[in-house]
């Protein structure tokens, strides 16, 4: 919920730029979020949901105010897409 949460209030401009250094390491982690369940893993739902921020992000910021957050986002969105079972939800 936080995740979408956070995407939301991005996407309409009500999250300050203030307040990316407290966010986006939320996202960074919510990316990576994946707990094993027997053969199945759990998590695929905070991963798009944390790909959707990163988006909103995008959307909402200029690339000035993102500039110090970019390596974050990247590299979680990067290993994402390389290593992700369900990489077709956030293609």
Do not use: Q
Request: include cysteine; hydrophobic fraction near 45%.
């Amino acid at each position: 919920w936080a995740c979408l949460a956070l995407a939301e209030l991005a996407r309409r401009g009500l999250l300050l730029p203030e307040r990316l250094p407290e966010a986006v390491p939320v996202v960074t982690k919510a990316i990576r979020y994946d707990v094993r369940r027997g053969s199945n893993s759990v998590g695929a739902h905070v991963r798009d949901a944390a790909c959707y921020v990163c988006w909103a992000f995008a959307r909402a910021y200029s690339p000035a105010v993102m500039r110090p957050h970019v390596d974050a986002l990247c590299e979680g969105m990067l290993l994402a897409s390389l290593f992700d079972r369900e990489i077709n939800c956030r293609r």
